[in-house]
């Protein structure tokens, strides 16, 4: 599968991300079930910034779901807005921070963006 959500979430959300506005700024909470125990996850983005804690403090926006489902999360192989209309994960609180979310995990496996499609740039689909 590649990455689990652990790893993705240790090594590769802290810091700048310049894919997310400028303007966004609020804490999340991502709650990982695994086997009758919950880790804790706390994000913190502020100006295309992120800082990444284990803590269960309150957040504006908390996720939870099966571990197995933000391991999907960091393989690209879900995105949380599907996630959350098939009932794999919950969200409580603002979830204008949800739409940040889905920009700190990958996209599907050799997806592009869509003008480098459009204009024939970015390999094959």
Do not use: K
Request: net charge neutral; proline share 6%; aromatic share 4%.
């Amino acid at each position: 599968m590649g990455v689990s959500a652990v790893e993705y979430l240790e090594r590769r959300v802290a810091g700048r991300h310049p894919e997310l506005p400028e303007n966004t700024a609020g804490t999340l909470r991502l709650d990982l079930y695994d086997g009758g125990h919950t880790e804790h996850w706390y994000l913190t983005i502020d100006h295309q910034n992120v800082e990444v804690a284990r803590s269960p403090d309150e957040a504006e926006l908390i996720v939870r779901a099966d571990r197995e489902v933000f391991d999907r999360l960091a393989a690209g192989q879900l995105h949380v807005v599907a996630g959350l209309l098939r009932n794999d994960l919950t969200a409580r609180g603002n979830l204008r921070l949800l739409l940040t979310l889905r920009r700190l995990f990958p996209g599907p496996p050799g997806a592009r963006h869509p003008r480098d499609a459009a204009c024939g740039r970015g390999g094959t689909a």
